[in-house]
């Protein structure tokens, strides 16, 4: 055990993370020069095209210093505030890690939420200051920001160019000689923390576990506290991005990935402990707390016979993905599909894209939104995820809607853009400091409800892309919220229903109207377009009929004859109008997000 040392990288995103562990496992030596690739350590073609960690990977490597053999366990962690879930599962694995910060851009919002992270488990942490080869690198001042933003010293830290293989030597002797080895009893009890799962198409669903006590061999009988089920271990494998490799037993401390051939990963929850079924531990490892759904939105398939289809492709998908939710709703505009709850909007968007690619569906998604909590007459409470099932108006008391903490740091020149934005998104000051002459750090109090459409990309939009935003769940605040709903054609169109704050119904309702006019395709007949409030309309446009020219075929003749045809098809027009149906088109329902 004392050779063993499991740690994690962490960073803001695209500060290097992935690079850097290429580098780690090619100095290794793990991966042959053939088999290399960048980004090795991020398996899904998704993760390869947008340049960003969406799932953490673990890999085993071994390296030799002064003579003795060390096994260092790496995991590699996502960068971007929707996936922290994988963040703290992997840090509540290990005793140390690697705080990456860009020596260009200095230390970032996510970078200080993953540090807290790292702290209250109390690891060990390195401060690597990466990109020291690029022109806009300033050394100095990211060693001053993470001293003076997150109170650690950076007087000895490791100056690496992960792009290049500068400093990567040294900073391996770092890992070994200032990270604590594994604590554990050997010959205690069975002990192991399952912090992530997954489903293998030839092996079943697998788990990867960290062993705190005891050890585990191949036929063992395993009892999975939380469950209270037994299985018998099949396999064990040390984990690799590429070949993984098999062992007999995983032992005290170190790190592996255990088969036991099990159809569903349910039977394996992350967060769970395994134990030997004879002689088993007192008490689970604990400290865990599973992922909550943070956005909730609709999702259906465009051809409605392919309901089961996307039933069979979210289940599959949550085999490899424990944080998601789903169950089935029907709406009257988009017939049947799910209603999936989901840890942030760039989580939403990676689930549909790889729900469309790897299975093959035509997917439209409805406008997220999150969990609302009605107050009724009566005493009861409501929770609402979705705003067509939120109650009528006189039967409640009021509605409570999440708020976050939102960490913004931006360079000062835009610090009157961000403060106005997050001023018109309902935002509460809680703080403001100068890091640095040149950085503001801001943090505020936000409703979710204004931060899931478009927030980050007005922000990226306001300061040119040079500000960094995370944020962490703040619990329930009364607000002033109603139910805006649009009508086309007289009807409802549920799927189009939002929940928003009473000042900015009106505008909100002005602009998707008129959103919606440019979107819908002209009928034959005269279309009401409407946004309302219970009964009362607030807004409305009307899309023109199309004009058939019924009189071209009349070569002069009686105006008479002319008139009776137009009657005719003024009549028709009036019976189309009240039977007539409006197709909406699939950017209707992606309007709603545009609007602001």
């Known amino acids: 055990m004392e050779n063993i040392r499991n740690f994690s990288i962490i960073a803001h995103i695209d500060h290097g993370k992935s690079t850097l562990a290429d580098r780690l496992i090619q100095e290794c030596g793990a991966v042959s020069e053939r088999e290399m690739s960048a980004q090795v350590m991020d398996t899904m073609d998704i993760e390869k095209e947008r340049g960003i960690t969406i799932k953490a990977q673990s890999v085993r490597l071994e390296y030799m210093l ?43 919002a996510q970078t200080i939420a993953n540090v807290y992270i790292a702290l209250e488990n109390n690891l060990e942490i390195i401060p690597v200051i990466n990109k020291i080869d690029l022109p806009a690198a300033n050394v100095e001042n990211a060693k001053s920001e993470i001293e003076s933003t997150i109170g650690l010293s950076a007087k000895n830290a490791i100056l690496v160019s ?17 990270i604590p080895p594994p604590s554990g009893n050997p010959s205690a009890p069975l002990k192991a923390l399952i912090y992530d ?22 036929d ?29 037993a995983i032992k005290c401390g170190e790190i592996g990935i255990v088969c036991l051939g099990l159809k569903q990963v349910d039977d394996i929850s992350v967060g769970d402990t395994m134990t030997h079924k004879n002689a088993p531990a007192q008490s689970p490892v604990g400290n865990f707390t599973k992922a909550k759904p943070f956005v909730f939105a609709g999702i259906y398939p465009i051809q409605t016979d392919r309901f089961e289809d996307l039933r069979d492709a979210l289940n599959k998908l949550k085999l490899n993905d424990s944080s998601l939710e789903f169950e ?60 067509a099932e ?8 009021h509605i409570e809607e999440p708020y976050v903490k939102a960490t913004i740091i931006t360079p000062s020149e835009f610090l009157g853009n961000v403060i106005k934005l ?52 703040a619990g329930y605040r009364k607000g002033d919220l109603i139910k805006l709903d649009i009508r086309v054609a007289g009807e409802i169109v549920d799927a189009l229903s939002i929940i928003v704050a009473r000042e900015k119904a009106y505008q909100k309702g002005k602009n998707l109207v008129n959103s919606m006019k440019e979107i819908i395709p002209r009928q034959l007949f005269e279309v009401a377009i409407q946004a309302s409030i219970g009964n009362k309309v607030i807004a409305r446009e009307t899309i023109k009929s199309m004009g058939k020219n019924v009189t071209a075929k009349c070569y002069g003749g009686d105006i008479t004859r002319k008139r009776k045809l137009l009657e005719k098809q003024k009549e028709g027009k009036k019976r189309l109008k009240a039977i007539g149906k409006v197709e909406l088109p699939q950017d209707a329902f992606l309007a709603v997000l545009k609007i602001d």
């Open 220 to 248: 063992d009988e395993i009892l999975i506290m939380g469950s209270g089920k037994s299985h018998k271990v099949l396999e064990l494998l040390y984990p690799h991005p590429i070949n993984q490799k098999k062992t007999n």
């Open 390 to 397: 939120l109650p009528p108006e006189q039967n409640i008391t």
């Open 197 to 218: 799962s997954w489903f293998d198409n030839y092996l079943g669903a697998l788990a990867l576990v960290r062993i705190i006590d005891g050890a585990i061999k191949i």
């Open 66 to 108: 002064e003579g003795k053999k060390y096994i260092l366990n790496l995991i590699d962690t996502p960068g971007h505030v929707d996936f922290s879930y994988e963040v703290s599962r992997s840090l509540s694995s290990c005793e140390g890690a690697l705080l990456v910060v860009d020596a260009s851009q200095g230390v970032e």
């Open 328 to 387: 089935p709703e029907s709406s009257v505009a988009l017939g049947f599909g799910f209603r999936v709850g989901f840890l942030g909007l760039l989580h939403m968007e990676v689930i549909k894209e790889r729900l469309e690619r790897e299975f093959d569906l035509d997917l439209i998604a409805t406008a997220p939104t999150v969990l609302y909590h009605a107050y009724l007459s009566n005493g009861e409470i409501a929770e609402v995820q979705n705003p």
């Open 162 to 178: 992960a792009k290049n293989g500068i400093g990567i030597s040294e900073l391996l002797e770092s890992i070994i000689y200032t």
């Open 422 to 473: 997050l001023s018109n998104r309902r935002g509460i000051q809680e703080k403001m400091e100068y890091i640095t002459e040149q950085r503001v750090l801001l943090v505020y109090l936000m409703p979710t409800n204004e931060i899931i459409m478009d927030f980050y990309d007005k922000l990226k939009s306001s300061t040119k892309g040079y500000a960094s935003f995370d944020y962490e769940n």
